[in-house]
């Protein structure tokens, strides 16, 4: 069973296409009803952009964020499967500056396109964590960022250069994304003086915010109603609190 639960393609968001490295990207674009009160990139887990994300973003939407799904893997890229994922999601963790470019590749078309908003911050699940927190080692193009069961890379010393405010919400049944890295990169970003903070959420597995999985059984993903209600109040409060 995958992150998505069912693995259904995107059906929705208006298309934002950018280009790096000689490959062509293709985000989705979801905007509030009114006011533009922030910009928000949300990067998706290993299968990239589908229904779940677009759902997310919606519900920031209606929160009155501008946002965009980021797209790391190229438009016309769509998975089906978790052998596809496996290997799509590999190449970004054996290429972690890639991975950077084309976040920040992503960040800059965003900007282009919705350029009053008053700040930017970007959400990162699954795999979309490891590409937020790889981005920021290279540059503080957003103003806070949220990694919501964060499968990260291993700390070294590239991550000194992040000064971007960061909240981490964990599992502590997490068998995909190690709890013990997550709090050594916590532990590392703290005494490096970045303001960061993780909330571990006792027994949830991983992905638990995700409402389209089950919520029992002994699989390695499960959703948390409680947990999840937690952890979206908590980002949104944090996403709200910002300023450019």
């Not at 290279?138 to 499968?151: E, K, N």
Request: proline share 5%; aromatic share 10%; net charge negative.
């Amino acid at each position: 069973m995958s992150e998505t639960a069912t693995g259904q393609l995107a059906t929705s968001g208006q298309p934002l296409v950018y280009r790096e490295g000689g490959i062509d990207f293709s985000g989705r674009m979801v905007m509030p009803d009114g006011t533009v009160r922030g910009g928000l990139i949300y990067v998706p887990d290993w299968y990239g952009i589908y229904d779940y994300p677009l759902a997310e973003a919606r519900r920031f939407a209606s929160l009155g964020f501008a946002v965009m799904v980021a797209d790391v893997y190229g438009a016309g890229v769509r998975i089906t499967s978790d052998a596809q994922a496996t290997q799509a999601s590999q190449f970004l963790r054996d290429n972690p500056r890639t991975a950077s470019r084309r976040m920040q590749a992503g960040v800059r078309a965003f900007r282009d396109v919705v350029p009053e908003a008053p700040f930017l911050a970007a959400v990162g699940f699954s795999l979309g964590g490891f590409c937020v927190l790889e981005m920021l080692r290279d540059a503080p193009l957003v103003h806070g960022a949220v990694i919501l069961s964060g499968a990260l890379g291993q700390p070294d010393g590239d991550y000194a250069a992040i000064e971007t405010p960061i909240r981490f919400h964990h599992g502590t049944r997490d068998v995909v994304a190690d709890v013990a890295r997550v709090t050594k990169i916590v532990t590392w970003l703290e005494a490096k003086d970045c303001d960061c903070a993780l909330t571990l959420y006792a027994g949830a597995k991983h992905a638990f915010t995700n409402p389209n999985l089950p919520s029992d059984g002994d699989g390695w993903l499960g959703y948390d109603a409680r947990y999840a209600g937690e952890a979206n109040a908590a980002t949104e409060s944090f996403l709200l609190s910002l300023k450019g």
